[in-house]
């Protein structure tokens, strides 16, 4: 099980839900391509990740598959360098009902 801590909040942070940083496995799944990422941070809408390279196309629809979570259905949204942005395309409901399945407690993060 990965450690999970919450994010340093800014002035500038407009996002919907907490952050946790987070390092855990997973990969990015675009039909048969598949590209192993690092999840750097996580919400119940989306993602940061590391991944080796720019190997993922911006607004492209794909698979995150969490190692010991499960897939979530999700867009790239941005990128730069060697980390990407993911959003979620399932309700955050499904988001936590997965991370908790899988990490076996209650993350408060809705």
């Known amino acids: ?51 080796k390279r720019r190997s993922v196309v911006e607004q492209q629809e794909l698979v995150l598959d969490i190692e010991g979570v499960g897939l979530l259905h999700s867009r790239i949204v941005w990128q730069r360098e060697d980390q990407a942005g993911v959003q979620f395309l399932v309700t955050p409901a499904t988001v936590q009902s997965c991370m908790n399945a899988a990490w076996g407690r209650d993350l408060d993060i809705l």
């Open 1 to 51: 099980m990965s450690a999970l801590q919450t994010a340093p909040e800014t002035d500038a942070d407009r996002r919907r839900h907490k952050r946790f940083n987070l390092l855990h496995s997973a990969s990015l799944r675009e039909g048969t391509r598949v590209v192993d990422c690092v999840i750097r941070d996580i919400s119940l809408s989306g993602a940061r990740v590391l991944v």
